[in-house]
């Protein structure tokens, strides 16, 4: 990686960094917290989808499990919060493997794979409804005391900084992926399987390691949800909603871009504001605008908001050009 | 454990509950054999044709059964409407494109049924819900007994309008070779946006036949979808006498399981059945292609 590869990173993270002792609105930090939260999730779905090719539409059970690995740990084992933080991002990377072994071991792909995550998803959703260790349908609350070591904080502008700094990390693991021999692999397996298996390299390992590193990100995504909101249940965490926030957001942002993820979780987030602002608390109406948004980017931007950017960037640049 | 009596009814009840199913997944696997993709809209398309139900019984007073010659023509429309000017053209082609424009519908849909009919659970009155009819050694409920026999109705109809109607050998050729069919004249997207139709139709019969004795909320849908995902799968993607099959099987094993470990776990055996098929058998248990 050079300096031009880390430097946007960079400034876009101090940029958003300022915000918080600028601004005191509770509203402003809530939004932009649960945002790094949607972002993070979609960064770790946007390595298996938006580099690997492999659509998941049941990212929800990495994230939940994150979630609840940090809750129980800490509600029924009595773990230190930091230390549920790293172990529920082992968690959800240890579920990633076993089901990315057993589905790309199998062969599965396309359509296949996205319906065998969505199963997934829902299986363990309907046992964490059910289990007693997870509380089962009416939840589980980690207990409020408000102490740094406890990963519990008084100003939600500590939040916000811990989830930038996650945010900044896969932000700075993607661009080393893409410069990677393994990021070339990766993209490799998307572009065509076959051929890249042709060409030595493994599909079955590649995949399996981008499903496990994007698994452990979007668990480290729950893991936030879980400490910022200290409450759980089996719809929060292993619900539908977070498998198509993990995957919209990339798909509109920029799939297979390093700041596809946040851009479009900021933009996603923000039209969700925006629309319930105008039409009132109606309840869905906020999906409604994603699931509309989500069809026209793929037909008409395929290449998300950072891929227009970058289209409007080369007309600004030619034009000069072209003008002498 | 349970006397037989009670464990026959549960079989009866399950075979009662495939039909319907069966119904869900003949119109999945219609378009997945013609079109090879998964519609994972199907769920959200059966919810509104049971909410289209529920306003023509409380707006107008049709009765379901009759709803099911309004309610047909008009998902035909919306159908082939769908495939026509959304899922074809913004799709590009592409598999993974059509992914995520089907999943797109199925949030819109969702969330707007959410939005003006609101989370509550709705059901309708309809005098014969409790009516039964004893077959010796079960009573059985009426409107399932109804469900059944116009589930058999309507998948022999499919099969005849793939076996013996033009448009359905139409079908049946951009099934096999898309390409070899444009060429000798067959319009494909027209072809196409039928197959959608037809699927969807099967749906909106399937919608008529439920509300007598289920409810409906916005995601109803996805419950009775993942079934036929798991039918659809078990019975070899794009084969239509293994959805029939696979969706009796799958309503026993639903019945059997949930009166041996309760409602809530007992949709797990689904969930389950339908991981392993896919893990350890991709083609079904019918299926021959990959």
New interface residues.
Partial sequence: MTARDVLPIVVVVALLALIPPLVSSNTVLNFLVFTLIIALAAQGWNILGGYG?Q?S?GHAVFFGTGAYATAVLQVHAGLNAWLTFGLGIAAGALVGFVIGF??FR???R???F???TL??A??FR??A??AGLTGGAAGILIKLDVRPENFQFQSRGAFVWIGLGLVAAVLLATRAIERARFGAYLTAVRENEDAARALGVDPFRVKLAAITLSAAVTAAAGCLYAQYFLFLDANIAYG?WIS?EA??AP?IGGIGTVFGPLVGALALQGLGHLTSHVAGE????D??V???L??VM??FA?EGIVGLLARLRRLGRRRPAEAT | MFSPEIVITAVLNGLLTGAVYALVALGLTLVYGVLHIINFAHGALLTTAMFGVLVLRLGFGIDPYLAILVLTPAFYLLGYALQRFVIGPASHGSDANILLVTLGLAIVIENALLAVFRSDTRSIDVPYAFESVDIGIALLALPRVIALAVSIAVALAMWAILALTDIGKAIRAVAKEKLGAALVGIDVAHVYAVTFGLGTASLAVAACLLMPTFYVTPRVGNAFVFVAFTIVVLGGMGSIPGALVGGLFIGVVESLSGLYFGESLGQIGIFLIFIAILLFRPTGLFGARA
């Fill in positions: 090719g659509y539409f057993l589905s199998s062969g599965l396309g359509s296949y996205a319906l065998v199963a997934f829902e299986v309907i046992v409804n059910a539908a198509v995957l919209v798909i109606v309840p869905g109406i999906l409604v994603f699931g509309v989500l069809i793929v037909a395929p």
